[in-house]
């Protein structure tokens, strides 16, 4: 899957360097560490994710034992297409991990992060678990792999207890917790295929593709339809119209909607879906606001699938 066409960031590479360069440079903040030292004056690793969601998990392994910085946590915006701000850079003062999606999804944080040279960087997307052999189409968005967030997480605990070597069994203790929280909804995920044998979905866009395999879903939008919105590019009117006859067909269990990259054609198809009676399942690219963590997020979004495609 080729991601999603990029906008040019607002705020230019030289701009951000030397921004970052002020803000590490200066003395007395309580979030630089010492001479040395791999965590801030409080004793807490400074970690800054791209995306609150890969925040979530950064939280979740460290605990108390870390500061989580997100540059992206708006639930209304989309990451693709974000544009870095200087107030960015300060999120990365006395960082020791940088944590990004990668495969194209974050590109801002790569200029972001200059000024946290000596940072150990963790990217999700080059730990990616799916085997396309087995079928599965690689497309960036590997927070709904549960493989993969399963390796961001022990990556994440052998790095901080690396940095923080008097903490590092309480990261590795909070990283097996959270892989059982993975493995709980790996299998609920398992369990809506075998519920529904052979039951099929579309999607307005290929961001849960993991979690249809996951759940042994057949993906039946037509590829034009999803590679066109990927590119934001309108899609071929044939593939529209063969999108929209699987929905008002009913020959489709549900309607996956990513709910932050509305477009006049992918508010159509959801509204034929309502009318038909099609259940439309919300998907989103960052942790809604009301969400406590990663688990919870995804529980949400794993149980609302199930739901539509029991119930079809």
Known sequence: MTPRSRRPLAVAVGFTAVTLASVTACGGSQDTPAPGSGAAADGKVVVVASTN????????????????????????????????????????????????????????????????????????????????????????????????????????????????????????????????????????????GKAKPGAKVVATEPVAAYLFAAAGLADATPPAFAEAIEEETDPPAAAVADIDALVTGKQVAAVVYNAQTETPVTKQLKDKAAAVAVPVVAVTETLPADATGYLEWMTKQVDSLAGAVSGS
């Open 53 to 192: 969601v890969w925040a979530s998990v950064a939280q979740a392994v460290g605990g108390d034992g870390v500061t989580v910085n997100a540059i992206l946590s708006d639930p209304a915006a989309d990451p693709h297409g974000y544009e870095a701000k200087p107030a960015d850079a300060t999120k990365f003062t006395g960082a020791k991990v940088v944590l990004s999606n990668g495969g194209g999804y974050d590109d801002f944080i790569a200029g972001l992060s200059q000024g946290a040279a000596d940072a150990r960087k963790i990217v999700a997307f080059d730990l990616l678990d799916a085997d396309p052999a087995d079928g599965e189409e690689v497309n960036e968005h590997v927070w709904y792999d549960f493989g993969t967030v399963r390796k961001v997480a022990d990556t994440l605990a052998t790095q901080l207890g690396e940095i923080a070597p008097d903490k590092k069994d309480r990261f590795a203790a909070n990283a097996k917790s959270f892989g059982e929280g993975l493995d709980k909804l790996t299998t609920s995920a398992a369990a809506i």
